[in-house]
């Protein structure tokens, strides 16, 4: 059974820091392009960061420059995204994605991943 597990979310205060991870299970995250997005109630989905887990270049969107990393560790089969001085506008349901294969500058549309994990919740409130 092929699936992506997110975990790391939860609740912090404006400024914190959290880190969430993606597992893959019965399937490799090497040599394919791994995203984050993220929903919050009444918006649509949108694209925080990817990387291309071959290369480790890397997006992201402009809302999270310089204050999101995303990162992988091929070893546990695993992406991370770090995520500093958090605001309330980043509070939703964060989704890890994969596609099937890799593209040199990985893509920011949600289109191009077939691999879904189930969601996190990431919630920034005082």
């Known amino acids: 059974q092929l699936y992506l597990e997110e975990s790391g979310g939860g609740l912090v205060q404006p400024g914190g820091s959290l880190r969430l991870s993606c597992t893959a299970s019965?399937?490799?995250?090497?040599?394919?392009?791994i995203a984050w997005f993220r929903q919050a109630p009444g918006k649509q989905r949108e694209a925080v960061s990817c990387?291309?887990?071959?290369?480790?270049?890397?997006e992201y969107v402009d809302s999270v420059k310089g204050r999101f990393t995303i990162s992988r560790d091929n070893a546990k089969n695993t992406v991370y995204l770090q995520m500093s001085s958090l605001k309330p506008e980043d509070s939703a349901v964060y989704y890890c994605?994969?596609?099937?294969?890799?593209?040199?500058?990985?893509?920011?549309?949600?289109?191009?991943?077939?691999?879904w994990g189930q969601g996190t919740q990431v919630t920034v409130s005082a």
């Open positions: 994605a994969a596609m099937s294969l890799v593209f040199r500058r990985c893509p920011l549309s949600e289109h191009e991943y077939v691999y």
């Open positions: 019965g399937f490799t995250l090497n040599y394919r392009n």
């Open positions: 990387i291309n887990n071959e290369r480790g270049t890397t």
